[in-house]
T-cell receptor
């Protein structure tokens, strides 16, 4: 079974631009979560989706948004990019929306904002 | 509120010696606990998980962890380190009582394995 895939793997953007990252979960998984990883803040929860609905959101500004499609694929968007948005963005998928189920992570998208 | 504290930011061992990575957690509810590993420039791989079954949990690649409620700890161990174990390790907690899969990560422990 194919794992979680994320595209693109690397991205360089300029301050003020916007960016869209994509995540395809493991086949059959309906829950998708997004995390931001930086050297200073570590791994932080962005949001999670289940059945095309955002179920939970982390403490990030409104410039960060996402959505989930009917095939469970998810996208996240960051508008008006800032230098501090440079990070590894990780997507994780799970069968259902539950704290007891393991989540499987993709390889991440490395975003650099210049 | 839930939180995780990894007690060592960096651990160095020699190949063939035991590994101990320490983790304490705080949770108002019955938690699920996980250990993930991240090799350089890679995503996170699940090593093992605890979800209120056996307190001694066995994972992949010879790792295991013991859940100790009285000590609020979930330390990761391996009897004999291998060079390929060099990576960053994350202790993670999630809430089993609410309708969310949100994971709360510790700050990570970098494991160095010397030949």
């Amino acid at each position: 079974k194919a794992g979680v895939t994320q595209t693109p793997r690397y991205l360089i953007k300029t301050r003020g631009q916007q960016v869209t990252l994509s995540c395809s979960p493991i086949s059959g998984h309906r829950s998708v979560s997004w995390y931001q990883q930086t050297p200073g803040q570590g791994l932080q929860f962005l949001f999670e989706y289940f059945s095309e609905t955002q179920r939970n959101k982390g403490n990030f500004p409104g410039r960060f948004s996402g959505r989930q499609f009917s095939n469970s694929r998810s996208e996240m968007n960051v508008s008006t990019l800032e230098l501090g948005d440079s990070a590894l963005y990780l997507c994780a998928s799970s069968l259902v929306l539950s704290g007891t189920y393991e989540q499987y992570f993709g390889p991440g998208t490395r975003l650099t904002v210049t | 509120a839930q939180s995780v504290t990894q007690l060592d930011s960096h651990v160095s061992v020699s190949e063939g010696t035991p590994v101990l990575l320490r983790c304490n957690y705080s949770s108002s509810y019955s938690p699920s606990l996980f250990w993930y590993v991240q090799h350089p420039n890679k995503g996170l791989q699940l090593l093992l998980k605890y979800t209120s079954a056996a307190t001694l949990v066995k994972g992949i690649n010879g790792f295991e962890a013991e859940f100790k409620k009285s000590e609020t700890s979930f330390h990761l161990t391996k009897p004999s380190a291998h060079m390929s174990d060099a990576a960053e390790y994350f202790c993670v907690v999630s809430d089993t009582t609410s309708n969310t899969g949100k994971l709360i990560f510790g700050q990570g422990t970098t494991l160095q394995v010397k030949p």
